[in-house]
T-cell receptor
Framework: DQQVKQNSPSLSVQEGRISILNCDYT??????FLWYKKYPAEGPTFLIS?????DKNEDGRFTVFLNKSAKHLSLHIVPSQPGDSAVYFC???????????FGKGTLLTVNP | DAGVTQSPTHLIKTRGQQVTLRCSPK?????VSWYQQALGQGPQFIFQ???????QRGNFPDRFSGHQFPNYSSELNVNALLLGDSALYLC????????????FGPGTRLLVL
């Protein structure tokens, strides 16, 4: 039972264009969502988060949008840079639950 | 600051053996979580330790056990290894439950033959 789904295993975009990574969830108890970036041979690195009381959070080139009714969130990267090439994981937590539930990840490739 | 360190980096074991993985948290962090990442999958939560006690556990059998020491470092033990235990084991440390402060180590790659 996969509660956090990233249905696109990979995404390829041109440098300077927008990258949109999508994530769907099924557990309505999730109230906090995070995006992590992972380079090969490194652990995931926290990128940006959003609480369920918001529908948008922005940090520089990165914006996360949350649509609670659709149980969907997306990460926008504008403009995309070659250094953004990595695997991006969507993760979620529920209330005082201490565990994070991750999606399978999306490999983003930004071509120069 | 060395960040989160894990040892060993790679490990090969055979079915039925036991393995111990180690994690040193980032300086100042008091909470350690362990995750298993199988090939092509996202990390799966195993358990979390805080104040030397297991605070929460994911859907993993009792073969998976852990320990946290007074200096906040942690060990993950897996008994009676199965082929399916082959994975990258990630340790993450944080200050309390602050998700934004959670730092992951590079992981230990375990191969069970």
């Amino acid at each position: 039972d996969q509660q956090v789904k990233q249905n696109s295993p990979s995404l390829s975009v041109q440098e300077g264009r927008i990258s949109i990574l999508n994530c769907d969830y099924t557990n309505s108890m999730f109230d906090y969502f995070l995006w992590y970036k992972k380079y090969p041979a490194e652990g995931p690195t926290f990128l940006i988060s959003i609480s369920s009381i918001k529908d948008k959070n922005e940090d520089g080139r990165f914006t996360v949008f949350l649509n609670k009714s659709a149980k969907h969130l997306s990460l926008h990267i504008v403009p995309s840079q070659p250094g953004d090439s990595a695997v991006y994981f969507c993760a979620a937590s529920a209330g005082s639950n201490y565990k994070l539930t991750f999606g399978k990840g999306t490999l983003l490739t930004v071509n120069p | 600051d060395a960040g989160v360190t894990q040892s060993p980096t790679h490990l090969i074991k055979t079915r039925g053996q036991q393995v111990t993985l180690r994690c040193s948290p980032k300086s100042g962090h008091d909470t350690v979580s362990w995750y298993q990442q199988a090939l092509g999958q996202g990390p799966q939560f195993i358990f979390q330790y805080y104040e030397e006690e297991e605070r929460q556990r994911g859907n993993f059998p009792d073969r998976f056990s852990g320990h946290q020491f007074p200096n906040y470092s942690s060990e993950l033990n897996v008994n009676a290894l199965l082929l399916g235990d082959s994975a990258l084991y990630l340790c993450a440390s944080s200050l309390g439950q602050g998700w934004e402060t959670q730092y992951f180590g590079p992981g230990t790659r375990l191969l069970v033959l």
